[in-house]
């Protein structure tokens, strides 16, 4: 078994975020692989000026038509549209690579996965992030880890039938809510066929990874727990730069 690519996404917009998400990478991930997708040229002639040497780095120019190169704040119309490029960019990399862990680049590794730590999530096609709250490490916001509001930004993809279908209903759905980013457009599709536990999803192997080890910006930024465990960590649930730059050095995590 292999390790899985990394597999990123950013605009210029996102460009810091992006270069520290690297930086990190850098650090850490000395095993795997990153493909990392530039949105428009200004991130792409960036990203060619950057030089790493502790791991294989691999950038392409994914020039999406019609989507900002701006920041964007969380629930705007244009945050909306960037999001929705996910789903074409995740079908592209499983065309190239069997195995893929996602990334936002708001995301940081703060500990290398090994291949064992893989292999106990190998039946599942899909592996998401938890990214709901909770009043304690073991006392859920959710009814159960892997409730259905699951995050699309720190997530696992085998190279399956089973995954490209889930892939193609959120497409789907995406298509009819524009005002929905990728991650609300799947709790849609999930309410309409009224599944409250991914793992009960028929078409599509689905699990959820333990919160200590794929942790979301709730967790941190209330004081839930530490990060010792944490393989990576998502700067999520705050809005804004300064926010997420603010969550990032709160775990010590900003290299810029």
């Keep these: 078994m292999d390790l899985p690519v990394l597999i990123s996404y950013s605009n210029d917009g996102y460009f810091t975020f992006a270069k520290n998400m690297l930086l990190s990478l850098e650090k850490t991930c000395i095993h795997h692989k990153i493909h990392f997708y530039c949105l428009d040229t200004n991130i792409y002639e960036k990203m060619k000026n950057l030089e790493f040497k502790n791991f294989e780095f691999t950038f392409e120019l994914y020039n999406e038509q019609n989507i900002s190169s701006k920041f964007e704040q969380y629930g705007s119309a244009n945050y909306n549209k960037i999001t ?10 499983l065309n190239k690579y069997n ?14 996965p090994t291949i064992e730590h893989y292999k106990k999530y190998s039946k599942y096609d899909i592996v998401f992030q938890h990214d709901a709250g909770m009043h304690t490490a073991t006392k859920l916001h959710a009814p159960t880890l892997h409730h259905i509001w699951a995050c699309t930004g720190n997530t696992s993809f085998r190279n399956t039938k089973e995954t490209h279908f889930l892939l193609d209903k959120i497409i789907e759905y ?9 991650q609300e457009c799947l709790y849609q599709y999930f309410l309409d066929i009224s599944i409250d536990d991914i793992r009960n999803y028929t078409h599509t192997k689905l699990y959820t990874y333990k919160i200590e080890e794929y942790t979301n910006g709730y967790w941190l930024n209330n004081d839930i727990g530490n990060l010792d465990k944490t393989y990576f960590f998502h700067a999520n649930h705050v809005v804004g730069v300064v926010a997420k730059l603010n969550l990032l050095k709160k775990a010590y995590q900003f290299f810029i």
């Excluded at 809510?177 to 990728?182: A, S």
């Design 84 to 93: 929705h490029t996910k789903m074409n960019i995740l079908k592209d990399a």
């Design 99 to 112: 195995y893929i862990h996602f990334i936002d680049c708001d995301v940081v590794c703060i500990r290398e």
């Design 174 to 182: 995406q298509n009819i809510y524009k005002n929905k980013n990728d």
